[in-house]
């Protein structure tokens, strides 16, 4: 694994560096200014600007920066993508899912969309998180994209609608921007319904991608291997079952916590061209795709709760139960995703930001978009690679802050990568009980921040004793 790529350096200053050193914004004082922006809010994700920086100076300065017209989300955040991008030889999940980016109805933003019920201001923004596809290692963004919703004619037909510019595109255009793998890397993209879409699997074939996609329709036709036509949720009733599993269901919604029991179901399909055909479609004279399904179904579930069920397309070969397990594993990574919006929105409080234009607020997002990955990976290496030494990955003066601060609480040996994370957890507030399970990031990023203001503590007072 590449742990010094996957894992985000603790000194923040060369995080920054590393992140933003390379943006073209038209001036090469623009771009020291954005590290140094960088790193103080890498520093204290959650706070405001004038919290993030140390002086009112400082604080004109990033609103002046974000005014300015080369500094654009694209070249803020598009280095950071482009490394992303660059990897070793392997298979990546790139795992692709919208968020709305909403500012509130009250915000007086000439130029924001409407969000949600159409109540809020602010876009939408959606991503493609790439992860390593054995470990689930969080390896940084591939690619973003914001788009700004506009209301459909309420006259509007299937026909029309298919002729304007859709919010489905989106998913579309994310493929195209990240493009296809070099070399020996191979990328795999992950997505939830919004996916399921014949343009969406004509973009992943043009880019040479695979693709997991869950269907948002039971009824849709599809070609079987015999080339005759039917709907889905007939043909599925036909394939053998390969195999079943049994899967730990947590207590939600007033139902208590169970073991379900799973089948699962594989066959070999092809997708026709649809009927109705959008501008991009037509100008493809596509074939129909061939891909497989894997359909997984609760069995004997309890009365009044609904049964667990997910079908899966996938370009990925599917033979035996080995590997629909695998095609499952990779669906069931898109859980991370939903974290690192978490992480944007909570970590990062992006909308919580009081730039007056949509230009600015899609600045600093692209800023915060990196920041986010940055919160999500601090989860992300404890889980993947635990029992690494510690003094491999984090820096020296770090390990002996933590050991001033908790030495009366830490193990007489050396610290493994794991139990690092674990001890900043509980100067985040993490109380470590048994029962507690794992520490989330939310606490370990709480008693990172605490643990950096110790350590410039000590860089502050080294600097004053050398002064006299």
Known sequence: MEVSRMVMALDTKKWAQQQFGECDLGDRRRTKRLVKMAERIANHPAGSFPDQMEHWGDVKAAYRLFDLEDVTFEAVASPHWEATRRREPGRYLILNDTTEIDFGKDRKVEGLGPTGKGTGRGFLLHNGLMVDAEHKAVLGLA???IHYRKPASKKENSSQRLQRRRESEVWGRLIDQIGPAQGETQFVHVCDRGADNFEVFCHLVKNRCDWVIRTCSMHRSILTAGNERMPLSA???????????????????????????????IGAIRMPVPRQKSPYVRKLRPQPIPMWVVWVREVDGPKGVEPIEWVLYTSLPVTTFEDAWRIIEYYEARWLIEEYHKALKSGCRVTERSLRTPARLEAMAGLLCVVAVRLLQLKSVARTDPGRPARQVVPPRWLAMLWAARKNRLPARELTVGEFYRELAKLGGFLGRRHDGEPGWITIWRGWEKLNALVRGAELAAQLKKCG
């Open 235 to 265: 043909f599925l009733e036909t394939l053998p079952v390969v195999g079943e599993y049994e899967l730990h269901v947590r207590s939600r919604n007033n139902q208590p916590a169970r073991v379900a029991r799973l089948e699962v179901r």
């Open 143 to 145: 690619g973003q994209r």
